[in-house]
């Protein structure tokens, strides 16, 4: 019995002690929550408007959108992870923005500023997936568009990251409340160290600026390698890339106008805004060009758009036998700068009666098309004995690609294997 009454005794006490604690505990929080008070005495409510929620909603279909490209990232469709990591970089400015103007910046002052190296990695990321999509292969130096951005990250890491909270709460101040008057803060380092923090949004804007000519350039010169301008109203592959960097183009325009006319970052929820479109734009695209809507939606698209033609049978017929002889004899689509334009002219007709042809009668494109004349030929060159000694790059070549990726992607969208299995295969049965 009194065995049983000491270890009571001894619980007690150990509950006792740990009640004690805990009250400690619970009071060092209260005097730190009051410590933060004095420290920042002004703290903004939180605002939620239109602008707010929008951009909210935006960030989320931003993280699904760009989970979606990682996950069809594999195998040849490296292009997909750039654009993924391109859409995460602009959800994370999105948050900032988003974190700044709802003022729950103040809930997590630590993180003001934390996204600025990403402003410098967007234009070099929107021009190495238009640049990689179209040549279907990476460039060994491709790594030094991300040596600026790298700099600024360990700039910031060394010069803003590390400062105090004060710092960074007149920081967020300064941004968004200019008219909150700024608290004594310690700021280590020399006043010329801040010069790159100071026009980061300069550094951003030539960015984007050079980025967005060399791309422009670069989508000039694969439409002039197809035979059309760059400003065709013709639907190619390169379509998409043409219509995504003329929305980013248009943010440049944007983010300029509101840096003239807002001061600060007060106008920043704006930019944020238009990111949102571009990304529900992008998200759009995805799902009309998904399987789903495409097998549904073909048929009734291609009565819309021939729905004016003047195209008869006899034009039909005559233009399919001029094709047919015409492949068969010249072989123009060995040429990798063959188009459709340059084979309507050969067939004396317009690319729209030849385009009409193609979908309706043979019903391909002309990038089908031409692929499955390629492949063929590629065919018969790897099942030549004579032809045993040429590599699988110099057969891609001879037969019109310009990059062996391209042409092994096309090889097994037709034939179900690569050029090496199907070589192999061949080598096997003889």
């Not at 990682?70 to 900032?96: E, Q």
């Not at 920081?171 to 160290?193: C, K, L, Q």
């Not at 983010?255 to 944020?272: N, Y």
Request: overall charge positive; glycine content about 4%; charged content about 20%.
């Amino acid at each position: 019995m009194q065995d049983i009454k000491s270890k009571l005794t001894f619980g007690v006490c150990r509950l006792l002690k740990l009640i004690s604690r805990i009250s400690k505990m619970g009071f060092g929080f209260v005097s730190l929550n009051l410590l933060f008070k004095t420290m920042f005495p002004v703290s903004p409510p939180i605002r939620m408007d239109l602008f707010s929620i929008f951009i909210l909603l935006g960030i989320v279909q931003g993280i699904f959108l760009s989970y979606f490209f990682i996950s069809n990232s594999k195998g040849n469709r490296f292009p997909n992870l750039l654009l993924a990591i391109l859409l995460f970089g602009l959800v994370l400015i999105m948050v900032d923005v988003w974190l700044g103007y709802t003022n729950y910046m103040f809930r997590v002052i630590w993180l003001v500023d934390a996204t600025e190296p990403v402003n410098l990695i967007l234009a070099p990321l929107t021009y190495l997936y238009i640049k990689t999509s179209i040549s279907q292969r990476i460039e060994k130096n491709d790594w030094i568009h991300f040596i600026p951005p790298a700099f600024y990250f360990l700039y910031m890491c060394l010069m803003i990251y590390p400062q105090g909270t004060a710092f960074k709460y007149n920081a967020n101040i300064g941004s968004y409340h200019p008219e909150i008057a700024t608290i004594e803060a310690y700021i280590y380092g020399e006043r010329w160290m801040f010069f790159l923090k100071h026009h980061i949004n300069d550094f951003t804007f030539i960015s984007m600026f050079c980025y967005d000519i060399a791309g422009f350039i670069l989508l000039k010169n694969a439409y002039k390698k197809q035979g059309y301008s760059i400003f065709s109203k013709e639907k190619t592959p390169l379509s998409w890339y043409r219509k995504f960097h003329l929305q980013l183009l248009g943010l440049v325009l944007i983010f300029l106008l509101v840096k003239i006319f807002f001061s600060h970052d007060l106008g920043d929820h704006i930019i944020a805004a238009c990111i949102t479109l571009i990304i529900y734009a992008t998200s759009i695209t995805v799902f009309s060009r998904s399987l789903f809507f495409h097998e549904n939606s073909t048929k009734s698209n291609e009565t819309k758009k021939y729905g004016k033609s003047s195209l008869t049978a006899e034009i039909q017929t005559s233009t399919l036998r001029k094709l047919n002889d015409l492949m068969k004899t010249e072989k123009p689509f060995l040429d990798p700068g063959f188009s459709l334009p340059v084979l309507a002219k050969q067939l004396g007709t317009s690319t729209h009666h030849l385009s009409q042809i193609l979908n309706e009668e043979l019903e391909q494109t002309f990038f089908d098309l031409m692929a499955s004349y390629r492949i063929a030929e590629a065919q018969k060159l790897l099942y030549s004995k004579e032809s045993n000694f040429i590599k699988i790059e110099e057969i891609a070549q001879m037969v019109g690609y310009n990059s062996k990726s391209a042409f092994n992607t096309a090889f097994k969208k037709i034939t179900g294997v690569t050029p090496s299995e199907f070589k192999k295969r061949t080598s096997e049965t003889e």
